[in-house]
């Protein structure tokens, strides 16, 4: 609901939260299905195909495209750590962008590469998968709250992107897994 309030760009029509929801549903749905001890490559798939199938509206389209591009990178890894989650993010950066007509900075692609960028910066001095993610996610931070400046829609409405807000959520709740951190409701 958070994220629908501020949907104002590219049309006010107060859906990217509901769009983003119901594409991460259809992956944690997909993977719910999925037998104990699925390998690697299967939880894969079932992420990018289910992102890909749950897709609602630009905001979930850009989403799946961000989740394709972090699994054809761990495809090449048998574990993942702050270099690889790196390459993860920047082949999603690079996906996310070309399924964009029409690429808009000041937008959750902005958001994304900003969140790419930095974990490249940092990943060869932050081995600490925890402390990268910290550090990630106060960059992401940094640019929803850039995001006002970079599209002046935003900043007449007084909010910040909606898409960039809600990859950020997701990447949050990333991190509350990685710690074991419940997530409400």
Known sequence: DEVNRLNVFPVPDGDTG????????MVVDNLAKLP??????????TITTGALMGARG???????QIFRGICAVLKDYNEVDTKTFAKGLKSATDIAYSAVSKPKEGTILTVCRMISEHASSICGKTKDFETFFQ??????????????????????AGVVDSGGMGLL???RGMYKALVGEEIEG
Do not use: F
């Open 169 to 171: 959520t997701i990447y």
């Open 36 to 45: 104990i001890g699925a390998s690697s490559a299967e939880i894969r798939k």
């Open 58 to 64: 630009n905001s979930g389209v850009i989403t799946s």
């Open 135 to 156: 550090e990630i996610l106060a960059k992401g931070e940094e640019a929803v709250n850039l995001t006002p400046t970079l599209l002046p829609v935003l900043k007449k």
């Open 18 to 25: 509901t769009n983003m929801s119901l594409t991460m549903q």
